[in-house]
């Protein structure tokens, strides 16, 4: 009979690896367990539980926390996943700053740091960088050598023809040709590079409000109008990089917008975005500054989720703006017939379940299908948050590899 080969699937090296990552995967949903909790949950026998937690133990993947307390019986050793096994770190990047973060392999942020980026050419964005994860290594209390990989989150998406940063002519110093291979060369760890929504959407797909859901989008809203698909479980960015950018897409409504790249601008922006909240809250009689900015926008939109029952103005300011958003909205949807919209950003999650509800009823009217549309559930840094799970989960599946 043939041999098989070390790492065949099959064989009892892989086999035993498997149960190893069933069981850092259950620590890490559940936290502490015991050994006997473990076994039931692996469907593993009380002895080969135990040989594997010796196995991850003496790997250095977990640790004995304590002991179950206030139960019939002898009190049990629990087991967590050693939170000092590996750290990843993330950076969400704007025209304004760069918020870095470093998180172990838990989870658990353990160091952040910000950088106000005032415009500067290509030559300062690696200083900023580098400045920026510096910050929140020191922060974290750790070393370079700790952080296993590094995701960098950006407005727009990189080319990966060119290697060129593409709708995000707002973010100055990032479209050098030769910006990700200079980064590279300085970078003390691997590092990968993803939009700023998509990684808002991993974020929700991981720890929030699309857990489950294998076909969801996310409207994006706070400055910029995005979008960012999930389908069949994976995220789609296009061949350019740019499915999602929504708003480009004309729409009824508003004036065609040509040369969009240089306007960095299109229909569903001028019609829907946070310039245009201002405008409907003075045509509804609201006296309020001719400012687009957010917390301006997210004011108004606050004002309008508390007080839309008692005054008509408000009432009428969500009543057009959920009519705004649903129209681009149903474009989108009748193409992709998506299960679930999660609407992210301060200039939507503001106007609350009173928004919400009216884009819902809006976009029945527009678009053949009904998709769910609820509220992001992952509100604080959640672009950085997302960054961090997609560097996370490239570091578990290197660290909790017991096959080799």
Known sequence: ???????????????????????LD?????????????????????????????????????????????????????YAVDARAAYAAGLDVDQHRIHAAVADVTG?????????????????????????????????????????????????????????????????????????EELAAVLPMPFEYEND????????QRLGAARGHSDFALLWNEGGLGAALVLGGRLHRGFTGGAGELGFLPVPGTPLVRQVTKANSGGFQELAGIQAVPRIAREAGIETPDHPFVPVVSGLLSRAAETHGDDPRYAELLDRYAERLAVG?????????????????DALVTGGEPLRARVQSELADLAPSRPRLV?????????????????????????FDTSR
């Open 1 to 23: 009979m043939a041999g098989t080969t070390p790492g065949t699937p099959g064989t009892p090296r892989v086999l035993r690896a498997m149960n190893d990552r069933a069981a």
């Open 26 to 78: 259950l620590l890490l949903e559940h936290g502490p367990l015991s050994r006997t909790r473990i076994g039931k949950l692996t469907g593993l026998s009380k002895p080969t539980a135990s040989q594997l937690l010796a196995r991850l133990e003496a790997a250095g993947l977990v640790v004995a926390t304590g002991t179950t307390e206030g139960r019939p019986g002898p009190n049990a050793q629990l």
């Open 108 to 180: 658990r942020i353990v160091g952040e740091y910000e950088l106000r980026t005032p415009g500067r050419s290509a030559s300062g964005v690696v200083r900023q960088v580098t400045d920026a994860l510096d910050g929140a290594v020191k922060a974290a209390g750790v070393t370079h050598a700790d952080v296993r990989r590094l995701v960098i989150g950006t407005p727009g998406a990189f080319d990966p023809a060119t290697g060129r940063l593409r709708y995000a002519s707002h973010l100055p110093g990032w479209h050098s040709p030769t910006l990700l």
């Open 197 to 204: 929504v998509n990684l808002v959407a991993l974020a929700e």
């Open 329 to 345: 909205l149903a474009s989108l949807v009748t193409v992709l017939d998506p299960e679930l919209i999660v609407l992210a950003g």
């Open 375 to 399: 509220l992001s559930a992952v509100r604080r840094s959640p672009v950085l948050r997302g960054a961090l799970e997609s560097a996370l989960a490239t570091t578990r599946d290197e660290v």
